[in-house]
């Protein structure tokens, strides 16, 4: 068996190397900026350096998600003990700009620095994504020297999988999958269960169009997810773990599976985690693409083998899970905040955010905005200062129409409630969900019944169809919505409307079909005249 890794010793040998360079540059080489030609920009950078004689003072590093991902490809610039600078639009050109002008003469490229002081940047707390753009993903080493499995080490030499347990539970962490259940309450679920083999599965489905947020983790930090997950093994007893990605997300894979393999070799993974008793091997899952595969059940049958069908619940997965033993399932942002509450104790982390909903959260920031990418920021920030500040407002001097949240499974908060604080309760109050961290702004050209059809033709055209309520039901509210927004529809087909979301919300097995019709509940709720002045007066009157 190969000695386990010295993380002290790694640590120090990886920041006494990169000190070496009075340059460092650090290439977003993440999936939205390579479709914005990072890969040629980061080429272009690596001929320069090489051609103008500058291999001893630069390093180029290609690193993960920066945010501001509209604005790519994003590239920043640190001098040894100095300043650094971000820079927007790099492509081959601009980066041989700054390889020359900035690394060369120490005169920064003016036009494409950007202003990283603007609220984007600052109104962040990154704790999930305080890797991402900053270490370069392919290389355990790089991540090492960010602390990671430090907390892993720490957790199982010097705390028992009880207290690991009530640490989580004290945090308050609650799941970033959709529903905000509390976490450490699971894990002590799983901890209680008797099971000869117990699993964790993290959940990198993420179905929910438009959403990026767990891809980017577990691209840019790897080592991180598996530091999580390896937690949670230690905390409930199980001593294999499981992460399911879809296969739309090659590059985590790759990423996934090369993080397991380098971890296994040190020790990190494993048998006998490094030299202890803890035993934890992991396995990533490749799933079709299946929205509903998301669904704890429904990805556990697809684990399996089988047909990603959800099941009736309970029983839950921590009673009978994967291959019929305990298991329990965590969102990878999740547990991608476990070795950070492990790190800084459960007070910190219960400190940032709300009483109720603790920590931060990830946002895709997409639609009618200025800035749209990535964003981590603290709970409980108003939307107003995600919409208006961070995201830039609605470009084009267009106002705002709705912000959704929850994907297909959320709904459209209007302008009137912008001031509502971002936390799990406040946005059900208004009618919808946080979500896995979806946020669409929609500019007053938006109609609402069409938003709310593109969501329902997603449920529609996903559905698994084995409970008629939701098979046929979102097929019959599509169908009525289509009316409604070709203006084909009967005023009383608004009542119908209602009834058929409660029909198919009440009785549907599984959050799919359960979930289905909140974008046209909280539509009708707050956009009622738009969908009023649609439907056309009966004949007869
Ligand atoms: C239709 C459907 C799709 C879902 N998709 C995801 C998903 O992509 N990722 C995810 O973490 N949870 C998803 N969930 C929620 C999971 O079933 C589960 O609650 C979650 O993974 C638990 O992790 P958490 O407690 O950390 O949030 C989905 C639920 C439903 C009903
Ligand atoms: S609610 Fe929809 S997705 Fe869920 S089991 Fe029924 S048909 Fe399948």
């Not at 120490?106 to 620095?113: I, Y």
């Not at 929609?442 to 559905?463: G, H, I, L, N, Q």
Request: charged share 25%; proline share 5%.
């Amino acid at each position: 068996m190969a000695t386990p890794i010295d993380l002290h010793d790694v640590a120090e040998r990886e920041l006494e190397q990169r000190s070496r360079y009075p340059w460092r540059i650090k290439a977003c080489a993440s999936t939205a900026c390579q479709s914005a030609g990072a890969g040629s920009a980061i080429a272009a950078m690596e001929s320069e350096v090489a051609d103008a004689g500058l291999g001893t003072d630069v390093l180029v590093v290609s690193t993960g998600c920066m945010g501001l991902c509209s604005r790519g490809p994003l590239v920043r610039v640190l001098r040894r003990g100095g300043d650094e600078t971000m820079y927007h639009s790099v492509d081959a050109e601009v980066g041989v700009e700054i390889v020359r002008s900035h690394t060369g003469r120490g005169v920064a490229v003016d036009e494409h620095a950007l202003d990283t002081g603007l609220p984007f940047f600052a109104r962040q707390h990154r704790i999930v994504l305080a890797n991402a753009g900053i270490i370069d993903p392919d290389r355990l080493e790089s991540a090492v020297a960010h602390g990671a499995y430090r907390w892993l080490a720490k957790a199982i030499t010097t705390m028992t999988p009880d207290e690991v347990v009530e640490e989580i539970k004290a945090s308050g962490l609650r799941g970033r999958g959709g529903a905000g259940y509390p976490t450490g309450t699971k894990w002590a679920l799983l901890a209680g269960a008797d099971g000869e083999q117990k699993y964790v599965i993290a959940n990198g489905d993420e179905g929910d169009p438009g959403a990026y947020m767990d891809r980017t983790v577990m691209e840019d930090d790897p080592h991180r997810v598996l530091e999580g997950l390896a937690l949670a093994g230690y905390a409930t007893g199980a001593t294999t773990g499981y992460i399911y990605v879809r296969a739309e997300y090659p590059k985590a894979i790759e990423r996934l599976e090369r993080a397991i393999r380098a971890a296994r070799r040190n020790r990190l993974l494993g048998r006998k985690v490094l030299d202890t008793d803890f035993t934890f091997e992991v396995n990533v899952r490749i799933g079709a693409g299946a929205f509903v595969c998301g669904e704890e059940t429904a990805l556990i049958a697809s684990i399996e083998g089988k047909r990603g069908n959800p099941r009736l619940r309970p029983p839950y997965p921590t009673e009978h899970g994967l291959f019929g033993m305990p298991s329990m399932i965590d969102n990878v942002e999740t547990l991608a905040n476990v070795p950070a509450i492990i790190a800084n104790g459960s007070e910190w982390f219960a400190g940032i955010g709300t009483s109720r909903s603790t920590g931060t959260k990830v946002f895709a920031l997409a639609g009618d905005l200025v800035n749209t990418g990535l964003i981590e920021v603290p709970m409980g920030i108003s939307l107003r200062e995600i919409v208006e500040d961070m995201g830039g407002g609605v470009p084009g001097g267009k106002g705002f129409k709705a912000a959704q949240t929850g994907g297909p499974s959320g709904g459209c908060i209007p302008a009137e409630f912008l001031d509502t604080p971002v936390d799990y309760e406040s946005l059900r109050e208004l009618g919808s969900i946080m979500g896995s961290g979806g946020l669409i702004v929609m500019d007053e050209d938006t109609s609402m019944p069409e938003v709310a059809r593109f969501f329902m033709e997603f449920c529609m055209d996903e559905s698994c169809g084995k409970c008629v309520p939701c098979r046929a039901g979102t097929v019959q509210l599509h169908r009525l919505l289509d009316r409604i927004c070709q203006g084909r529809a009967r005023p009383d087909d608004l009542a119908l409307l209602s009834e058929l979301c409660g029909v198919v919300r009440e009785t549907s097995l599984c959050g799919l079909g359960q979930s289905a019709p909140n974008p046209v509940i909280s539509t009708l709720h707050h956009f009622r005249s738009e969908y009023e002045s649609l439907v056309e007066e009966p004949a007869d009157a």
